[in-house]
């Protein structure tokens, strides 16, 4: 099996078993499975979940796309080469429940070949990040403590490097580098090199893949049937605003998609069914919702 077979092998098969196990936590819903060509080259299989006890919007995508270097890859994406091709699995799941946290996955290998169809680059990027309305910080302690896990068994530095990355990242730098959520860990362009060859950043991106469902299940278990009012909800679509704005602002993933002429409902998919934009909007000194605020405000070690 090539390097590209396993890798698509392997996002296909944690789809599947990622969405068995979502659908089995909703009790309700199923997920529509929507397969789709690329005209340019490739396609992918979109799956989506919607209005259930559980998850009111939720998308686990896998793609495998290719294609010709174009004039606009090369200006705005600073890629230089004949062909390219990309492989990736990427997850988003709004709950509906305010006091569950939404969650963002998305694990991809690019490979990029010259006019003879040799490889003259490859690198590897992913991550996990937790985007929750309200805190608890038993729940952030696990979700970080759980990847932690996974980068300690590959490199000490890996935790902290990527934690570094991930709270750097995902921030609205057009609102005083409020952050998305409360991070996770984020990597992206690792080379295959002699002391980490191509195994050992296939086998990482394996692990956290694989370790999704061990972060985020427990919290799920543990919130989906806390009782909430109107205010709670309101919140939640608040802050549902701030994470439009950045996948539509700065995500890389998102422009990527746009530039290479992906397909738009898939990369869309991340936004959630319904938002706020309430103008100069703050929430009510020492409440809940200002106390998780001031932590998108600035990093927080939680373990």
């Known amino acids: 099996m090539s390097i590209k077979e396993d890798w698509i092998f392997f996002i296909e098969d944690l789809q599947n078993r990622i969405c068995m196990a979502l659908e ?165 362009y690792r080379r295959p090199r002699e002391n980490k060859d191509v195994n050992f950043w296939m086998n990482f991106a394996k692990a956290c893949g694989n370790a999704f469902l061990t972060a985020y299940l427990p919290i799920v278990e543990k919130r989906k049937k806390i009782e909430y009012n109107n205010n709670n909800k309101y919140w939640q679509e608040i802050r549902r605003g701030r994470y439009v704005e950045f996948n539509l602002i700065h995500d890389r993933g998102t422009l990527f998609g746009l530039k290479t002429k992906g397909r738009t409902e898939s990369i869309l998919m991340s936004l959630p069914p319904t938002v706020r934009f309430e103008y100069n909007y703050e929430p009510e000194k020492g409440s809940e919702e200002d106390k998780i605020l001031q932590i998108f405000l600035q990093p927080k070690e939680w373990i």
């Open 24 to 188: 089995e936590v909703d009790g309700k819903e199923k997920f529509i499975e929507d397969a789709w060509k690329r005209k340019e080259g490739g396609g992918g299989k979109t799956k989506i979940i919607a209005n259930g006890n559980v998850f009111e919007k939720g998308g686990v995508n896998t793609s495998v796309v290719f294609g010709k270097v174009t004039k606009e890859m090369e200006t705005q994406l600073k890629i230089e080469g004949a062909k390219w091709f990309a492989s990736g699995i990427s997850l988003v799941l709004h709950p509906v429940n305010p006091f569950v946290p939404t969650v963002h996955c998305n694990y991809r290998m690019f490979e990029l070949y010259n006019e003879n169809d040799e490889v003259t680059d490859r690198w590897f990027g992913g991550g996990t990040d937790l985007t929750p309305y309200y805190l608890f910080e038993e729940d952030a302690k696990h979700f970080h403590e759980t990847y932690k896990n996974v980068c300690d068994e590959f490199d000490l530095s890996f935790y902290p490097e990527f934690k570094k990355n991930c709270d750097n990242y995902f921030v609205n730098y057009h609102r005083n580098n409020e952050r998305r959520g409360i991070g996770g860990i984020f990597y992206d």
